[in-house]
């Protein structure tokens, strides 16, 4: 028995050691790349483990070629990186690390303590989020009017990042894109201050964003909602500009080009202003209300700012009149070539009592003027009779108790090219003579365009029919009259009745004595008389020497008594300058 016992210790370790070699790692090797903040799971499982088996964690250095144990099975031997030990004995025993970052990066190794040659070799690559930096490295980059513009925009954590800039708050709320990272405008100016926003985006990952804010340094932008605003007596009436200037400029309000109206003490009871600031923006809006219009306060608001490096002015024209039309439509009528349907708006504060029609071929000087009695906002009128095969320039002004207003901007129409006998036949169908005043027109067949204050003959407003007030003295004139006024210069496209008077325009003196002949044949087969006192227009008279001062006019006028207060010299220097019209 003695003999057979250390055989037997000789034979158990014997099973020992063939049972331990049959422990192999049923867990294969890995690479882990994760985001920075996540967790990732090391395996390590076996098979031939039992309860002598000691697991070994150990993280490698490849930089200096060490090792660092991190536990001894389920025992933590250090506190960084953060992990915990998932306990699936006798088969595993697999690492968790916790909220892995940038440092935990590296090569993490598990093995048996009885075989440290075998070993389970896994790496992890921790990835940064993203992130992003812009250059300069400012929350406002400022530069001046002129300079160039530079961003740089780049982004770390990923390799294949995109890079985008976007403006924000655009006119319009639109935003703008630009696909590069680098963001550059050569010559800086106004239009490109605002806030820029640089995103970065990957496949895996959400965007990130960062913005920087473009300050340019420049004259100030000086913006109005409308150049006229119309209003009547005793309203109240706001008058605004918006602006935006870096550096902060400087506002004033002038009145018909020399008055500082904030600085008029005299003007504070009905004046008021106030400055409004615009949320998250460089814009401000100059506000100037006036209670109580008075006749006074007609002109011309001109909204003057400053800063260092200019000044810009915005005019707002303040009136009773009426205001310039818009959306002049034409409409040609396909059963009537000839005829053109005008559809137009405009703004006033005073009902239209009166609009008229400007026309002016592009090859004629001769233009017709049409007029009628309106009370709408939005006029229609039917423009009939036009000429086949012809190109006219259509305009039109408006009226209401206060004056004529301002002329609409001219529009082009083109007729077809009906037959001349339509239009013969049409004229005469038409039956009572149409309501149409002919005048001259100063242009060279070199012109283009319409300018109505430099080719027109501007006239005052004629308008007849039944109970239809005039405008002009508040006289009633009786229709007839009116219609036989119109009738008698018929095809004297240069002679216009007014009122009781008869204007002819000519280019030559030739022509116009022609044409002043013409006339009084046809006054004297109608049976008309010009009456001796009424040879006088204003301060000229007219007889057989020709147009010259009225001495009995011009007489009162030298013992015309000394002015006494200012109403007096006023109404004598009203007087004169009416006079100097003519």
Not at 117 to 130: E, G, N, T
Not at 137 to 163: F, M, N, Q, R, W
């Amino acid at each position: 028995m003695k003999s057979s016992l250390p055989f037997f210790v000789y034979l158990l370790s014997g099973l020992q050691w063939a049972f331990s070699t049959e422990l192999q790692f049923t867990s294969e090797s890995g690479h882990y790349s994760v985001r920075e903040g996540a967790n990732v799971t090391l395996p390590c499982c076996a098979q031939g483990m039992d309860d002598d088996t000691i697991i070994l964690w150990n993280r490698y250095d490849p930089d200096i070629m060490a090792e660092t144990l991190l536990s001894v099975n389920f025992t933590k031997m250090v506190e960084i990186p953060k992990f915990i030990l998932k306990n699936g004995w006798p088969r595993c025993v697999d690492m968790i690390l916790l909220d892995v970052h940038s440092y935990d990066s590296g090569e993490y190794e598990c093995s048996f303590a009885e075989f440290p040659d075998l070993k389970l070799r896994h790496s992890v690559d921790v990835r940064a989020h993203l992130f992003i930096s812009i250059v300069p490295d400012v929350h406002e980059h400022i530069v001046e009017v002129g300079e160039p513009i530079v961003l740089t925009c780049s982004a770390s954590g990923s390799s294949d990042a995109k890079i985008i800039w976007k403006r924000l708050g655009d006119i319009n709320s639109v935003e703008t894109v630009f696909d590069t990272p680098n963001l550059t405008f050569p010559v800086a100016s106004a239009s490109h201050a605002g806030v820029y926003e640089c995103t970065a985006s990957s496949e895996d990952e959400a965007p990130v964003s960062a913005a920087i804010t473009v300050v340019v340094h420049g004259p100030p932008v000086v913006t109005t909602s409308s150049d006229f605003i119309p209003v009547t007596i005793n309203e109240r009436v706001s008058i605004n500009c918006t602006y935006s200037a870096r550096p902060p400029p400087q506002v004033s309000w002038i009145f018909n080009g020399y008055t500082d109206i904030l600085n008029q003490m005299k003007n504070k009871e009905r004046l008021k202003h106030k400055e409004i600031k615009i949320d998250d923006s460089t814009e401000r809006i100059s506000v100037i209300t006036i209670d109580g219009v008075r006749n006074q306060d007609f002109g011309n608001y001109t909204c003057r700012v400053i800063n260092k490096y200019g000044s810009v002015e915005k005019t707002i024209f303040l009136s009773g009149i009426p205001g310039k039309p818009f959306d002049l439509l034409p409409k040609l009528e396909l059963h009537r070539p000839d005829s053109v349907l005008l559809v137009w708006s405009l703004p006033s504060s005073e009902p239209i009592v009166g609009y008229k029609i400007f026309i002016a071929t592009e090859n004629s000087p001769q233009t017709s003027k049409k007029i009628q009695r309106s009370s709408f906002w939005k006029c229609v009128y039917n423009l009939k009779s036009l000429q086949p095969s012809k190109t006219y320039n259509i305009a039109v002004q408006c009226r209401n108790d206060f004056g004529w207003g301002l002329f609409s901007d001219p529009v082009i129409v083109t007729t077809t090219d009906f037959t001349s006998s339509m239009l013969m036949s049409k004229q005469r169908d038409s039956g009572a003579p149409k309501m149409m005043i002919a005048w001259n027109v100063y242009t060279t067949s070199a012109q283009r365009g319409l300018d109505l204050r430099q080719r027109f003959v501007v006239l005052h407003s004629w308008m007849c029919g039944n109970n239809l007030k005039h405008l002009v003295d508040n006289i009633y004139l009786n229709a007839l009259c009116c219609r036989f006024m119109d009738t008698l210069p018929a095809h004297l496209d240069v002679v216009v009745p007014y009122f009781d008077d008869v204007l002819i325009v000519a280019d030559l003196q030739c022509e116009l004595m022609k044409v002043l002949r013409e006339v009084f044949n046809r006054l004297r087969y109608a049976g008309i008389h010009l009456k001796h006192r009424k040879c006088v227009f204003r301060s000229n008279s007219v007889d057989a020497e020709g147009v010259h001062p009225s001495e009995e006019k011009v007489e009162a006028i030298h013992k015309a008594s000394r002015s006494k207060n200012k109403q007096e010299l006023q109404a004598f220097l009203d007087l004169l300058n009416f006079d100097h019209i003519f």
